[in-house]
């Protein structure tokens, strides 16, 4: 009996020792030894089979060594072994609330027999066990027992459990300072003693609770942790538990292919480890993603059904009433009367299960869907009743995906009902709940793809502020998620609170390092003398391929820390659209154009125009649609769909082409048109026009929009802002005119790729500056890098049409050298920065993403105008333009005003009549954030 319990690593051989041993004490006779000997062995086996994944075989001997146990003669001995068989049963039992009364049994017979271990054992099954049904108190309760006999006993590897147990607790209680603190404790308490079973378990937690904070890049990092120690500890349960985790993460990322194979291989796992509860789970986690991806109503009601099954099985009442809500809401797809009843019948089944239980956020998922349901029945009194029911109970639990999906449900059934102001409410509260959640998440990556998944909110609310002419309402939507970050870091910045953090700095130094590396064997002309020969090619195109994974993986952590700013000073405080009017100049029309992409529907591109007139008028909004001809003509224009820019050459150079003419119907209000068009294009002071572009539209030539026979900047100076969020305050304008001041003679620094150096004339600067001209890129950059500088900056190179933070100008062909956005995140740029390149006025085009490039990192590191290109012209001809351009700054044209006067001139034919075209004046565009 010794030898197989001291085997039980070796299951196989311990089994065969114990029924050995069996065998043994059944021959004896008389011996009051016996069935003590008998009942522990039976227990032992009772052990082994749930090791194996055998529940039935070790309930079995569990219920033995409990019947052998009421005959043993010596009351004490009798106790203890009652207590230990009950404890059994608690392990191996998978309806919870068994488990838990065996466990209680255990409990009381342990503390008649005064066995402190076997407290220790039964207390921490009663912990784990009320956490499982959610009774967060008595597992509270039970765990502090667990740690204080543990303490007594000096047992160590007890009073670790207790901890971890705590930190659970301390996890489903949201007490996060909490968890961190337990799970050092725990540490702390084995330190000598450590293994990978146990670092996974810790960095699993540790990865949640990074997770509900909203850090997400960090719970990443705790989960792979978790996966690498999991996968050293050979524990197929653990590794479940972190790919069902990593599978949650990945979706709410949005990325549900990579989610369900997560989601998949958790399954596998937990099928291997005989766990009922994470087979469960696994299958809940599968059903939803493929409802979400779209791969078969069969196909997800199997997994949700299975999860049903599992869920009964083991007892676990809220993975019933969410897989019955899921099976609802699978059911209410189907829209007709058969699939109504089913679905109805489902909610009702867990309403019914969650106010038994008290279980506050299964009261609002039931009620939700039933609402839902009920509004599809068209019985809209009950649904009302349901979705404010709802939302009183996600409320209360501090659900903001309820507190999201009610108000929005409830938004379309007043809207049904003619209640329209309500309805607008309702979907206003929709929009703000949705940004309390997209708000928790790491990186500015992350809310984007939030937003995009969201988008059919802004779509209603926006849509209910237009026929209800609610202009206010329009713009706080229209401005959800728009350049937040982005504003965080100028603001800071203009507070001096802006300093690099030292990982970002980091992987800067490591990018440029890459680029280096990267320039030094693009400049060699046979890549196989890197090399000998004969594989001297495929080990060069090999080393280029690690090159391009090193780069993708250097940009895509960058971008996650600083959520394309800097993550960890991201706190993007809600900003009322009052607060955001006050900052605009109150002489100027402002122009908030929110295009949605349309990708998910048949219907035409819909678009939300919100005009802002000078104050004190209120905002305007209208909703307009562009079709599917002016979104062929609209990629061709922002070359979308990537390429030479072909096709926008042509169309930027057909004088007959329709585009100019109806963009700015479909872009421009119909009375801010009336207004533009009634300024006299000579003799009459201009209006001022901010324009506040998204998506595509970044990339429009706004310059050449035909308003009858003129064009925009006939009547108006124009400006691009990339959010409001970025306009100064009153304070901070005032900061910046007292710095102004001090400033005695002005300085400029010019950098010039040598194919420029001929063509583009720089004396104008030379009369009003002091003119440093650059040819070296290391001296750029350490001029760039210097905090007290420069007035202007002049930077005319080659440019590229890659998004984001790689968005960058090639200084030098050879070797290669460039200059990104991601660099300029550590750079001091001064008021204005000229960057005369193709494409660099473009931004990031994706609904929600931080208009990110090399314009809008430039304005949050000093610059506060930034004249770009946004389609690739000439070199001659962008020489031309801008050495007049600069010309105009000499002689004391603020940089919209200068720019627009050039381009008029342009327009005018003055500088040819086969330069008259659009192509080559209007893709220079004046970037701001102080207009």
Known sequence: MLLAYFNKHNRSQARQLAEEALRCFKALEGDPHKKWAECMTYQLLGDLANLEGQPEVAGRHAEK?????????????RILAQSLAHRLIAQITIDA??????????????????????????????AEGYLSLGDLDKAQHHAECELEYARRLDSRNDEYDALLALAKISLRRRHFQSVEEQVEKA?????????????????????????????????????????????????????????LILGELERRHDDYGTALRQAERALGLFEEAHDPIGQGNAHQLIGELATAERLGADRATYHINQALNFAKITGNIAGQQSALVTLAQLALQGADGHALKAARDHAQAALAM???TG????????????????????????????????????????????MTRSPWALSKLLNSEGSKPEALEHALAAVRNRDVMRLQLGSAASRAAFLTSSEEINEWALTLAAELEAGVAALEVAEAGRGEALAELLHRSARGESETPPRVRALLSEIEDLEFETAAHSDVADPSVLTPAPTGVDNWRLHEGEQEERRRSFYQELGELTGNAFRDMFTAEPMSAHTLRRRLPPDAHTLVLCALPGWWKESNFPLFRIWIPPAPAEPVVERGELTKEQIGWLEDITNARGGMHLQGSITLSDPEHRWSVDFAKELLPA???????????????????????SGELWAMPFAALRLGEHYLIDHAVLTLLPSLRMLPSAEQRQEERNRLRHEERLRAVAYLHSDVTGHLKLDSLRTAYDLQVLNNPSSLRRELHAKDGYQLAVLVAHGDDQPGLRHSLRLQDSPMERLSAAQLLDCHLPPHLVLGACWSGA?????????????????????????????PVGIETTAAILTDYLGELVLGLPPAEALRKVQRNYAAGEHGESKRIPWYWAGLVTITRAP
């Not at 019947?67 to 003669?73: K, N, S």
């Not at 009381?108 to 039964?122: D, T």
């Not at 009375?671 to 572009?693: D, F, H, N, T, W």
């Open 65 to 77: 060594a409990l019947d052998l146990a009421q005959e043993i003669d010596n009351p004490q001995g």
């Open 97 to 126: 609330e068994v488990a838990c009364r065996h466990a209680e049994r255990a409990l009381e017979l342990a503390q008649e027999a005064s066995s402190p271990r076997n407290q220790i054992l039964a207390h921490d099954l009663l």
């Open 187 to 243: 540490r702390d308490a084995t330190r000598h003693s450590r293994d990978s079973g146990r670092e996974g378990n810790e960095f699993l937690l540790l990865g949640l609770a990074s997770w509900y904070q909203g850090r997400l890049s960090e719970s990443r990092e705790r989960l792979h942790h978790a996966l690498r120690s999991a996968e050293a500890s050979g524990d197929p349960m653990l590794q479940g538990n972190v790919f």
């Open 354 to 356: 969650a106010q038994r």
């Open 359 to 402: 279980d506050v956020l299964g009261l609002g998922n039931a009620h939700q869907v039933l609402g839902e349901i009920l509004y599809a029945s068209g019985t809209s009194g009950q649904s009302r009743e349901h979705l404010e029911e709802a939302l009183e109970q996600a409320s209360s639990a501090g659900n903001f995906l309820g």
């Open 671 to 693: 009375e801010l048109r009336r207004q533009l068009a009634s300024v006299k294009p000579e003799g009459e002071e201009p209006e001022k026009l901010i324009i506040v572009p």
């Open 843 to 871: 931004q990031s085009f994706a609904f929600g993403e931080e208009p990110i490039g090399l314009p809008a990192v430039a304005l949050t590191r000093g610059a506060k105008f930034v004249t770009a290109a946004l389609y």
